[in-house]
């Protein structure tokens, strides 16, 4: 099994940044490939915000292209978000995502991003 610890959130102004980290344990760490975040508004379903594959392969949400970057530590086993330019539509609670080579998918508990215009 896999666990999923966030951190970073918080309250930030319009224009500020953010890094949000996502650890992850457990007894399976190998079969990992995809790590991401998705954020969920109020009223609103979840959606992607980016995500990375084991080999460094990226893929953003047109929304942030450009102003978030996603990495990933494999040593660690841990992946970053780092959040720049931020907008009050960026809030939402961001959760971080792990996906196995079969498909089976993990969440972690969701950290609150709250952006301040």
């Known amino acids: 099994q896999v666990q999923l610890v966030e951190s970073g959130g918080g309250l930030v102004q319009a224009g500020g940044s953010l890094r949000l980290s996502c650890a992850a344990s457990g007894s399976i760490l190998s079969v990992i490939n995809s790590m991401g975040w998705y954020r969920q508004a109020p009223g609103k379903q979840r959606e992607l915000v980016a995500t990375?594959?084991?080999?460094?392969?990226?893929n953003y949400a047109d929304s942030v292209k450009g102003r978030f970057t996603i990495s990933r530590d494999n040593a660690k086993n841990t992946v970053y978000l780092q959040m720049n330019s931020l907008k009050p539509d960026d809030t939402a609670v961001y959760y971080c995502n792990a996906e196995s080579y079969m498909g089976a998918s993990t969440w972690g508990q969701g950290t609150q991003v709250t952006v301040s215009s």
């Open positions: 990375v594959t084991k080999r460094g392969s990226t």
